[in-house]
């Protein structure tokens, strides 16, 4: 395997694959793959590869969207990429879903940027070519996590290591088995973190624990991410998917826009200043305040009785 220096190394240890996806909803739609046409057979056996590597189902408002390549951790291509990229814009904009699960198959979670795939490095690097290639590769992804209009939910099943972590991360809310590891592995390779990594961590775990995951790349058992607040709660391993369920579906009926804009509230309350905090927020109300979402949580509490959400 031909590793980049701009893109994160995959050393898999042996797992066993399982005969079926452990996390899928019971029930669900399946949904086409990537977004696009694919010209001759080549560029349809790609969608079709991509689409079983990368499954995506529907169920009750809830879009499952699971890793499938047990035999590598979970590692990513850039095939794998841009399916994931295209089916977070496209929950993102889908009014039928309401909540996103980012899960796995078999042992690991992701193991980060799989370059198995990808073809061996030129001889001769021209300047840009590793900066282009992240902008158009790791942060998209990152930023199509981190601007989904939906609550996006991590179920961490094992590994998540580098771009992997940060996946997990990104999201707006993590679940972790107790088996779940989480490792920045970049430094043992001598590679500056992508993906984000640099931005995520200091904003979750402030910047001198950042710094010591970063300089040292010691793997985090789920517990100890948990107690620094890289994870939301460690439950047994048989009981992540079920977790991961009951959470979407609470998110799911809840009024998705108001949802939406508490998360662009959040996630830009730690990258400006208290006044323009204070405006989007402001602003943020005033946008909310026109859904039918809102009208009925007014109502529903003036007439004392629960709110039936519609996520309109």
């Keep these: 395997m ?3 220096p701009h893109e994160t190394p995959v050393d898999p240890p042996g797992i066993t694959e399982p005969a079926a996806p452990a996390t899928l909803p ?6 086409a ?3 696009g046409s694919a010209e001759g057979t080549e560029g349809t056996e790609l969608a079709e590869s991509a689409c079983s590597l990368v499954l995506h189902t529907t169920d009750n408002g809830v879009a499952w969207i699971t890793l499938n390549r047990p035999g590598v951790l979970n590692a990513i291509t850039p095939d794998h990429r841009e399916r994931l990229i295209s089916l977070l814009d496209q929950d993102s904009a889908d009014p039928g879903v309401r909540a996103v699960v980012i899960t796995a198959t078999g ?6 940027a799989d370059l198995r795939a990808a073809s061996t490095a030129p001889a001769e690097r021209v300047p840009g070519d590793v900066a282009r ?6 942060q998209r992804l990152i930023s199509a996590v981190l601007d989904c209009e939906k609550p996006v ?4 099943n094992g590994t998540a290591a ?3 972590a940060h996946l997990a991360l990104a999201c707006d809310l993590v679940l972790a088995a107790d088996s779940a590891r989480f490792i920045e592995v970049f430094v043992r390779r001598g590679l500056v973190p992508d993906g984000g990594g640099a931005y995520l961590l200091p904003r979750l775990v402030g910047p001198q624990r950042a710094k010591e995951l970063l300089f040292f790349g010691d793997a985090l058992t789920a517990v100890e991410a948990e107690r620094l607040g890289l994870v939301n709660r460690v439950v047994p391993e048989t009981e992540l998917a079920a977790t991961a369920r009951s959470w979407a579906a609470r998110l799911a009926t809840g009024p998705t826009r108001t949802l939406a804009l508490t998360k662009q509230l959040v996630n830009a309350s730690l990258d400006g200043d208290r006044a323009a905090a204070f405006a989007a927020e402001a602003a943020a109300q005033e946008i909310n305040m026109t859904t039918a979402d809102a009208i009925e949580g007014v109502a529903s509490f003036a007439q004392r009785r629960s709110p039936a959400f519609r996520g309109r």
């Design 2 to 4: 031909t590793v980049s």
């Design 26 to 31: 019971a029930s669900g739609k399946p949904v």
């Design 33 to 35: 793959g990537l977004t």
């Design 107 to 112: 042992k690991g979670f992701c193991a980060g």
């Design 133 to 138: 290639t992240i902008r158009r590769g790791a």
């Design 153 to 156: 939910i991590a179920a961490v």
């Design 162 to 164: 580098g771009l992997g």
